[in-house]
C-alpha cells in the first residue's frame, strides 16, 4: 500500500474508532431490565419515569399480533455525569395520537427521561408521551437518527445508546395500517458544557 494513501486513511479509521469503539456505557451497567420484567400488558396503558437524575438508554419491546397488534414494552436508565449537573426541571410533552406517523423531541433542550402510552382498540395502536428533564441550560448539538428499530414491523425491539456522550432527546415514528405497528427512529444529542442563551434548540 502506498504510504501516502495510508496517512490519508488513518486519521478517517482512527475517528471512525472513536465513534464505534466502545467507550461508552458498559452494557451490564444499565441492562436491568429482563424478559419478565415488562412495564405494561398487551393493550394496557401504563407510565414510566427515570430516577431523579436519569435518563433512558434502553428501549426493549416485544409485538403480539394476536393479543391486538400491541407491544410490551420495558427501559433502563442511566445517571448523567456531574458535569450536566442536576434536573432544574421536568414535564410531559405534548401526546403524540394512535394511528398517526409523528416526529418530537424534548422541548426546552429537555432529555427523554420517561415514556407514557395508552393503547387504543379502535386503531390498534398507542398515543405516546415523553417525560423530559432540563438540565440547567445546556443545549444540544451533532445530533442524529438512529437506524429503525425494529428492522421490520412485528420484530423484536432492543435499541441500546452505547456512547456516554449521546443522549435521547425524542423520535420520530412510522405507522403501518397494514401491520398495525410502528417502527421507531430514537434522536439521539451530545449536550453542551457550557450553559448557552438558546431556549429551545
Known amino acids: 500500500m502506498d504510504l501516502t494513501l495510508l496517512w490519508v486513511l488513518l486519521p478517517l479509521v482512527t475517528t471512525a474508532w472513536g465513534q464505534y469503539g466502545d467507550y461508552g456505557y458498559p452494557y451490564q451497567q444499565y441492562h436491568d431490565y429482563s424478559d419478565d420484567g415488562w412495564v405494561n400488558l398487551n393493550r394496557q396503558g401504563f407510565s414510566y419515569q427515570c430516577p431523579h437524575g436519569q435518563v433512558v438508554v434502553a428501549v426493549r419491546s416485544i409485538f403480539s399480533k394476536k393479543e391486538g397488534s400491541d407491544r410490551q414494552w420495558n427501559y433502563a436508565c442511566m445517571p448523567t455525569p456531574q458535569s450536566l449537573g442536576e434536573p432544574t426541571e421536568c414535564w410531559w410533552e405534548e401526546i403524540n395520537r394512535a394511528g398517526m406517523e ?47 428499530y425494529p428492522g421490520h414491523y412485528g420484530e423484536e425491539m432492543d435499541m441500546i445508546s452505547y456512547n456516554y456522550d449521546y443522549y ?31 431556549a429551545n434548540v
Open 102 to 148: 409523528w416526529y418530537q423531541t424534548c422541548s426546552n433542550n429537555g432529555l427523554v427521561a420517561g415514556f407514557q402510552s395508552r393503547y387504543f382498540e379502535s386503531v390498534l395502536d398507542r398515543e405516546w408521551q415523553f417525560y423530559c428533564c432540563r438540565y440547567s441550560k445546556r443545549c444540544p448539538y451533532s445530533c442524529w437518527l438512529t437506524t429503525e
Open 168 to 198: 435521547m432527546r425524542g423520535a420520530t415514528t412510522t405507522f403501518s395500517a397494514v401491520e398495525r405497528d410502528r417502527q421507531w427512529k430514537f434522536i439521539m444529542c451530545r449536550m453542551t458544557d457550557y450553559d448557552c442563551e438558546f
